[in-house]
């Protein structure tokens, strides 16, 4: 799951050019997404995992790392 | 008498010092705290050599430590120059050295980007990392620990500068918007009328320093006593935190780009939260879509909704409150100006126009800048001199906006008379975006242009002419221009193509190609 959300964070929305990013790498407040990005994420983890994510579920604790993202979506 | 802006906290500790002058999550400065802090940080500058007037960049994202920079850079005499810690090194560089600047402020969370710039620029001085590694260093600690007893306050007189603000410039230098004590004052002053505010206030400040609706909360907050809260990154970034955090500070003032309201109230959740508090809001930086703007206000209807539109050269300039929801999709008016501007409505040979017809917007005001950091020629291209007597002329802002006064004198946005947009909040320039990329050697032509999607998206494209199709990559062409410029200036999409639709006259037709990539001809 985590080799998925990276690999999309990499290649469709990441604002610099990465060569990797780490699980626990804080996402929003190193500027690796912007807003927008963050959309867009939202709907590609709802396609790929068959989820629905909630508009109150999106927040800093369940969506700053990918590891958080992960154990968020699994609860899921 | 308040005229700089060291006075504004001055004030603020003498009447207020217990309040919470600022506050960021579950931290907070005291109006007293910050006041002493500002001074031990100008003591510090001081004793490091900074002279009045000298240059101190903010390199930091949204935290607390932004206000102890703002106010005891300028409490030392210097000019505060924010720089979003997300440009690329390059313009970084190129802001630092084209105003000159030996200081920079930062926060540890930013050092792997600060190490970088120092690279190229080893002589910068640099307060906010670990004083151990390097004797140019010296941590925040540092900072508050030291004694003051010899530091005496210089004077600050209003025309003094204050801000440097960067914005793009159409060669592809990004361009100095210098703004003194008093224009900033004004604003403060302004603001703080138009929404009545007192120190009962709590302001929202989503914006990042670089940014000058933060100007609002980093100012005219504590012009009042208000509280105002700094939103930190992620919280901006997600709609359901942010309106969690705007709803549990009880904020009562926000002023924000239509964007964050937008995606408030899409992701927000704000039927269950409660905005009770809410007095104002204040949108401004580009067009609100109008249902949406009407959505809203439905939800909040004891809240009063303002736009509020100008260029950073004269920071605002037009309010337009707006007493119940926009009954039709006519765009909404940029509104009146303050009471102490005037304008003009110019057509292309400098005359003014019919009542009604559209024209350039000239303004004149007390928030106007003192001109462009070391560019006379561009300062004096931007201003409209009306000569009353030899020696005595009334200056005038050219926005570069294309407007029309309405039926009740209220000023209504047409467009830009060049090719600046507005994108997200963001200012681009187009014709810095293909000035960077006409650097690219496998690049022979190119067109940036703005295509609006289905749903009314609008998107970034770039197409090129190259000078050797097989040799060249899109993807080296992106990395290319995240090197060089800011990320929301970067393209979303590049398409190549053997030859440009053209005009009768051979030059590049922009339009034509913004009509096939909307007709997918391209």
Request: with cysteine; charged share 25%; glycine share 6%.
């Given at each position: 799951?985590?080799?998925?959300?990276?690999?999309?964070?990499?290649?469709?929305?990441?604002?610099?050019?990465?060569?990797?990013?780490?699980?626990?790498?804080?996402?929003?407040?190193?500027?690796?997404?912007?807003?927008?990005?963050?959309?867009?994420?939202?709907?590609?983890?709802?396609?790929?995992?068959?989820?629905?994510?909630?508009?109150?579920?999106?927040?800093?604790e369940n969506f700053d790392t990918i590891n958080h993202i992960s154990e968020y979506l699994s609860k899921k | 008498m308040i005229y700089n802006l060291s006075q504004i906290l001055e004030q603020s500790a003498e009447r207020f010092p217990d309040k919470e002058a600022f506050k960021c999550l579950d931290k907070a400065l005291s109006y007293a705290v910050l006041d002493e802090k500002a001074d031990q940080l100008a003591a510090?500058?001081?004793?490091?050599?900074?002279?009045?007037?000298?240059?101190?960049?903010?390199?930091?994202?949204?935290?607390?430590?932004?206000?102890?920079?703002?106010?005891?850079?300028?409490?030392?005499?210097?000019?505060?120059?924010?720089?979003?810690?997300?440009?690329?090194?390059?313009?970084?560089?190129?802001?630092?050295?084209?105003?000159?600047?030996?200081?920079?402020?930062?926060?540890?969370?930013?050092?792997?980007?600060?190490?970088?710039?120092?690279?190229?620029?080893?002589?910068?001085?640099?307060?906010?990392l670990s004083d151990e590694e390097n004797e140019n260093w010296v941590s925040w600690n540092t900072i508050f620990t030291k004694s003051m007893e010899s530091f005496k306050r210089p004077t600050i007189v209003e025309e003094d500068l204050a801000s440097i603000l960067y914005t793009s410039g159409s060669t592809g230098v990004p361009k100095g918007i210098m703004h003194s004590h008093k224009s900033l004052v004004c604003l403060a002053k302004l603001e703080a009328d138009l929404h009545h505010s007192t120190h009962l206030d709590i302001i929202g400040n989503f914006a990042p320093l670089h940014f000058d609706q933060s100007l609002f909360g980093y100012f005219s907050g504590p012009l009042v006593g208000a509280t105002t809260v700094i939103f930190p990154d992620a919280y901006v970034k997600l709609p359901a935190s942010l309106s969690m955090l705007a709803a549990k500070e009880k904020i009562t003032l926000w002023f924000s780009v239509p964007l964050i309201l937008m995606q408030v109230l899409m992701h927000g959740d704000i039927d269950n939260k409660d905005f009770s508090a809410l007095r104002y809001v204040r949108f401004g930086g580009e067009v609100f879509p109008v249902n949406q703007l009407r959505t809203l206000m439905k939800k909040w209807p004891h809240v009063k909704f303002i736009n509020s539109y100008g260029p950073s050269e004269v920071a605002r300039c037009t309010y337009n409150i707006l007493v119940e929801p926009p009954q039709t999709d006519d765009p909404i008016p940029l509104g009146t100006v303050w009471g102490n501007t005037e304008y003009k409505i110019l057509d292309e040979k400098d005359q003014e126009v019919k009542k009604g017809d559209p024209g350039e917007l000239v303004v004149r005001t007390g928030t106007r800048m003192i001109g462009y950091w070391n560019n006379k020629a561009l300062t004096e291209k931007s201003f409209f001199r009306i000569s009353q007597v030899s020696g005595y002329d009334h200056i005038y802002y050219r926005t570069g906006d294309l407007v029309r006064e309405n039926r009740k004198e209220e000023l209504m946005f047409l467009g830009r008379i060049d090719r600046q947009i507005k994108l997200r909040g963001y200012r681009i320039e187009?014709?810095?975006?293909?000035?960077?990329?006409?650097?690219?050697?496998?690049?022979?032509?190119?067109?940036?242009?703005?295509?609006?999607?289905?749903?009314?998206?609008?998107?970034?494209?770039?197409?090129?002419?190259?000078?050797?199709?097989?040799?060249?990559?899109?993807?080296?062409?992106?990395?290319?221009c995240s090197a060089h410029l800011p990320t929301y200036s970067i393209p979303q999409k590049i398409t190549l193509l053997d030859d440009f639709p053209r005009t009768g006259s051979g030059k590049i037709d922009r339009n034509a190609i913004v009509r096939q990539i909307e007709n997918n001809a391209l």
């Amino acid at each position: 799951m985590n080799d998925k959300i990276i690999t999309y964070i990499k290649e469709e929305i990441a604002i610099m050019p990465l060569d990797s990013i780490d699980v626990h790498e804080d996402l929003l407040g190193s500027g690796i997404v912007d807003s927008l990005g963050m959309m867009k994420l939202v709907v590609f983890l709802e396609k790929e995992f068959q989820v629905k994510i909630a508009p109150e579920d999106m927040t800093v604790e369940n969506f700053d790392t990918i590891n958080h993202i992960s154990e968020y979506l699994s609860k899921k | 008498m308040i005229y700089n802006l060291s006075q504004i906290l001055e004030q603020s500790a003498e009447r207020f010092p217990d309040k919470e002058a600022f506050k960021c999550l579950d931290k907070a400065l005291s109006y007293a705290v910050l006041d002493e802090k500002a001074d031990q940080l100008a003591a510090f500058l001081i004793k490091s050599g900074l002279k009045k007037g000298d240059r101190v960049a903010i390199y930091m994202n949204r935290c607390l430590d932004t206000a102890i920079a703002v106010y005891g850079i300028l409490r030392a005499g210097g000019v505060f120059v924010a720089i979003n810690p997300l440009l690329p090194a390059n313009r970084s560089l190129l802001i630092i050295n084209d105003c000159g600047i030996e200081f920079i402020l930062t926060t540890v969370s930013q050092q792997t980007k600060v190490k970088e710039i120092l690279k190229e620029s080893p002589l910068l001085k640099v307060v906010g990392l670990s004083d151990e590694e390097n004797e140019n260093w010296v941590s925040w600690n540092t900072i508050f620990t030291k004694s003051m007893e010899s530091f005496k306050r210089p004077t600050i007189v209003e025309e003094d500068l204050a801000s440097i603000l960067y914005t793009s410039g159409s060669t592809g230098v990004p361009k100095g918007i210098m703004h003194s004590h008093k224009s900033l004052v004004c604003l403060a002053k302004l603001e703080a009328d138009l929404h009545h505010s007192t120190h009962l206030d709590i302001i929202g400040n989503f914006a990042p320093l670089h940014f000058d609706q933060s100007l609002f909360g980093y100012f005219s907050g504590p012009l009042v006593g208000a509280t105002t809260v700094i939103f930190p990154d992620a919280y901006v970034k997600l709609p359901a935190s942010l309106s969690m955090l705007a709803a549990k500070e009880k904020i009562t003032l926000w002023f924000s780009v239509p964007l964050i309201l937008m995606q408030v109230l899409m992701h927000g959740d704000i039927d269950n939260k409660d905005f009770s508090a809410l007095r104002y809001v204040r949108f401004g930086g580009e067009v609100f879509p109008v249902n949406q703007l009407r959505t809203l206000m439905k939800k909040w209807p004891h809240v009063k909704f303002i736009n509020s539109y100008g260029p950073s050269e004269v920071a605002r300039c037009t309010y337009n409150i707006l007493v119940e929801p926009p009954q039709t999709d006519d765009p909404i008016p940029l509104g009146t100006v303050w009471g102490n501007t005037e304008y003009k409505i110019l057509d292309e040979k400098d005359q003014e126009v019919k009542k009604g017809d559209p024209g350039e917007l000239v303004v004149r005001t007390g928030t106007r800048m003192i001109g462009y950091w070391n560019n006379k020629a561009l300062t004096e291209k931007s201003f409209f001199r009306i000569s009353q007597v030899s020696g005595y002329d009334h200056i005038y802002y050219r926005t570069g906006d294309l407007v029309r006064e309405n039926r009740k004198e209220e000023l209504m946005f047409l467009g830009r008379i060049d090719r600046q947009i507005k994108l997200r909040g963001y200012r681009i320039e187009l014709d810095e975006i293909e000035a960077v990329l006409q650097q690219n050697e496998k690049v022979n032509e190119v067109a940036v242009i703005v295509t609006t999607k289905e749903g009314g998206d609008r998107e970034l494209e770039a197409v090129i002419r190259p000078v050797d199709k097989a040799t060249i990559d899109i993807r080296e062409l992106i990395l290319f221009c995240s090197a060089h410029l800011p990320t929301y200036s970067i393209p979303q999409k590049i398409t190549l193509l053997d030859d440009f639709p053209r005009t009768g006259s051979g030059k590049i037709d922009r339009n034509a190609i913004v009509r096939q990539i909307e007709n997918n001809a391209l």
